[in-house]
C-alpha cells in the first residue's frame, strides 16, 4: 500500500525548534515530489513547497521561503519540514502529500495523515 | 503568484441535488487544475487532475470540466458523504495555489 505516515503532534514554545516528519512506503520514494501543505485552523489549505527526494531540488512558496526549511532523507524515505525558531501564527495542521506523476506538473494523490504543531508560551 | 478565485464559499444543498463549485485563475493555467475534498478532521482526498479526469475509486457523480482560466466542478447527484469542503488547485506553475475552498453544507 502506497502511503505517507507523518510524526505525532507538537507542542512547542514561541522561539523553539521544531523538525516533523514523512515517511514514504510502498512506492519508489526517490521517484517522486513531496509537498507540503499547511492548514491553520478554520482555514483553507496554503501550499508551501516541494522536493524531489531523488536529488533534493526544492521550491518554496514565497510566502515561506525563509521561513521554513524543507529537505529529505532519501535512505530512510522520509521527507522533513523544519523551523529554527518557532512563533505563534506557526500554530496550524500541516500534511506532506506526494505528487501524482514522477515527471511533469500533476496533482497530490496521496497525503499524509497530518501533523498538528500548536506553539503556545 | 497565480490566484485562484474559488466560488461560491459556502452552500447549502440536499441529498440528490446537483451542485456546482467553480475555479478562476488570475491567468491561463492549460488544464493543470486539480480538485480536493477534505472532510473535518481529515486529510485532503484527490477527486480530479488534469481538470477533467477522475482519480481511481472516486465516483462518477464527480466531474470536472474547463481549462485555460475557468474551471467547473459538479456532482451530480450529492449523496451525504458528499457534505465536506473542496478545494480547487493550480500546479502550472510554482508556487502552486489552492482556491479559498467550499464548504457544502445540509440545507
Known amino acids: 500500500e502506497v502511503q505517507l505516515v507523518q510524526s505525532g503532534a507538537e507542542v512547542k514554545k514561541p522561539g523553539e525548534s521544531l523538525k516533523i516528519s514523512c515517511k514514504g512506503s510502498g512506492y519508489s520514494f526517490t521517484s517522486y515530489w513531496i509537498g507540503w501543505v499547511r492548514q491553520m485552523p478554520g482555514k483553507g489549505l496554503e501550499w508551501m513547497g516541494i522536493i524531489y527526494p531523488g536529488d533534493s531540488d526544492t521550491r518554496y512558496s514565497p510566502s515561506f521561503q525563509g521561513q521554513v526549511t524543507i529537505s529529505a532523507d532519501k535512505s530512510i524515505s522520509t521527507a522533513y519540514l523544519q523551523w529554527s525558531s518557532l512563533k505563534a501564527s506557526d500554530t496550524a495542521m500541516y500534511y506532506c502529500?506526494?505528487?501524482?506523476?514522477?515527471?511533469?506538473?500533476?496533482?497530490?494523490?496521496?497525503w499524509g495523515q497530518g501533523t498538528m504543531v500548536t506553539v503556545s508560551s | 503568484a497565480i490566484r485562484i478565485t474559488q466560488s461560491p464559499s459556502s452552500l447549502s444543498a440536499s441529498t440528490g441535488d446537483r451542485v456546482t463549485i467553480t475555479c478562476r485563475a488570475s491567468?491561463?493555467?492549460?488544464?493543470?487544475l486539480a480538485w480536493y475534498q477534505q472532510k473535518p478532521g481529515k486529510a485532503p482526498k484527490l477527486l480530479i487532475y488534469a481538470a477533467s479526469t477522475l482519480q481511481s475509486g472516486v465516483p462518477s457523480r464527480f466531474s470536472g470540466s474547463g481549462s485555460g482560466t475557468d474551471f467547473t466542478l459538479t456532482i451530480s447527484c450529492l449523496q451525504s458523504e458528499d457534505f465536506a469542503t473542496y478545494y480547487c488547485q493550480q500546479y502550472y506553475s510554482y508556487p502552486w495555489t489552492f482556491g479559498q475552498g467550499t464548504k457544502v453544507e445540509i440545507k
Open positions: 491567468q491561463g493555467i492549460s488544464s493543470y
Open positions: 502529500a506526494r505528487r501524482r506523476g514522477p515527471d511533469g506538473n500533476d496533482a497530490f494523490d496521496i
